[in-house]
T-cell receptor, first 116, second 111 residues
Framework: GAVVSQHPSWVICKSGTSVKIECRSLDFQATTMFWYRQFPKQSLMLMATSNEGSKATYEQGVEKDKFLINHASLTLSTLTVTSAHPEDSSFYIC????????????FGQGTRLTVV | RKEVEQDPGPFNVPEGATVAFNCTYSNSASQSFFWYRQDCRKEPKLLMSVYSSGNEDGRFTAQLNRASQYISLLIRDSKLSDSATYLCVVNMRTGGFKTIFGAGTRLFVKA
């Protein structure tokens, strides 16, 4: 199956710093990429949807200035958590899919962010 | 109302039991459907796609009822290794593409 690589798999950072997470589709062109956040024992929550070359669409309640998403190419999307705070500590997962309606999304391995 | 709704469970069943999960979706523009499995602290992985005619993969059977906007997953002869969270996933076209996950149903299979 298709492969989506997410990096880093875990990161610890100081409060107030910014963290960038990368999501790459390795063997297909990812027209659309999704970013999710998951707190312990809770479900995946969609944060934003990004289409290559255009601005991301953020879900209600997600601050676009805090969670910067860039999808500059068909194989790479980045999520930058700016001025991270301890409450931003979570499991962040990206997924990617091609432009066909009937295909499934493939997930990155996730990034566990801890802000201290 | 959430776009995709699932019974969160947990479902606690003995080995060998048959268990069924349900999922409803609210947007009639939904076009494709999937069941994913997520193990603790891991990313979700595709379990199976769901086709209108229903489909089976070993002990797993998925069904779709477009009229009722309802998807189901049946697991027969449950194994300990089936313990996980099962996510109902819907692709829909609402302006652009969107993939929406249900909150997941937790399954615990006990010896």
């Amino acid at each position: 199956g298709a492969v989506v690589s997410q990096h880093p798999s875990w990161v610890i950072c100081k409060s107030g710093t910014s963290v960038k997470i990368e999501c790459r589709s390795l063997d297909f062109q990812a027209t659309t990429m999704f970013w999710y956040r998951q707190f312990p024992k809770q479900s995946l929550m969609l944060m934003a949807t990004s289409n290559e070359g255009s601005k991301a669409t953020y879900e209600q309640g997600v601050e676009k200035d805090k969670f910067l998403i860039n999808h500059a190419s068909l194989t790479l999307s980045t999520l930058t958590v700016t001025s991270a705070h301890p409450e931003d500590s979570s499991f962040y997962i990206c997924s990617a899919r091609d432009g066909q309606m009937n295909t499934e999304a493939f997930f990155g391995q996730g990034t566990r962010l801890t802000v201290v | 109302r959430k776009e995709v709704e699932q019974d969160p469970g947990p479902f606690n069943v003995p080995e060998g039991a048959t268990v069924a999960f349900n999922c409803t979706y609210s947007n009639s523009a939904s076009q494709s459907f999937f069941w994913y499995r997520q193990d603790c602290r891991k990313e979700p992985k595709l379990l199976m796609s769901v086709y209108s005619s229903g489909n089976e993969d070993g002990r797993f059977t998925a069904q779709l009822n477009r009229a009722s906007q309802y998807i189901s997953l049946l697991i027969r002869d449950s194994k300990l290794s089936d313990s996980a969270t099962y996510l109902c996933v819907v692709n829909m076209r609402t302006g652009g593409f969107k993939t929406i996950f249900g909150a997941g149903t937790r399954l615990f299979v006990k010896a």
